[in-house]
């Protein structure tokens, strides 16, 4: 089984292709969706999006934070974003979608990360 990115999803802007932060740091929330790359269904897997300097003055309250759950760029650019995601989502397999979760755990949190039956 393999994993496939079917969509981006950011509550911060209507439209993440047309979307400019504008000339200075920025960071925003992304919803990537993923799902199985043979059938329907899909999970969001939740992180961060933003430059360097915004985690630098946004995030780090008390001097020091781990960059877990956080994709740093230096510039916006959708496509490249999508594709980098896309990239992660396809090299990620397991015999259930249990397994392939846990292969992306570094990626972000995953929307059933703690659900336990």
């Not at 992304?30 to 329907?40: F, H, K, R, V, Y």
């Not at 995601?85 to 570094?106: D, V, Y």
Request: charged share 25%.
């Amino acid at each position: 089984m393999r994993a496939k990115l079917k969509g981006l999803h950011s509550p911060d802007t209507e439209n993440l292709e047309r979307w400019s932060p504008g000339d200075g740091p920025f960071g925003f929330f992304l919803q990537a969706m993923i799902g199985p790359s043979d059938g329907p269904g899909e999970e969001s897997v939740n992180l961060t999006v933003c430059t360097p300097e915004w985690f630098a003055g946004h995030r780090m309250e008390t001097g020091m934070m781990m960059g877990s759950r956080t994709l740093f760029v230096s510039a916006y650019d959708y496509r490249a974003i999508r594709t980098y995601l896309e990239r992660a989502a396809q090299r990620a397999e397991g015999k259930n979608w249990r397994e392939i979760a846990a292969s992306l755990s570094w990626l972000g949190e995953w929307e059933s990360e703690n659900y336990q039956p």
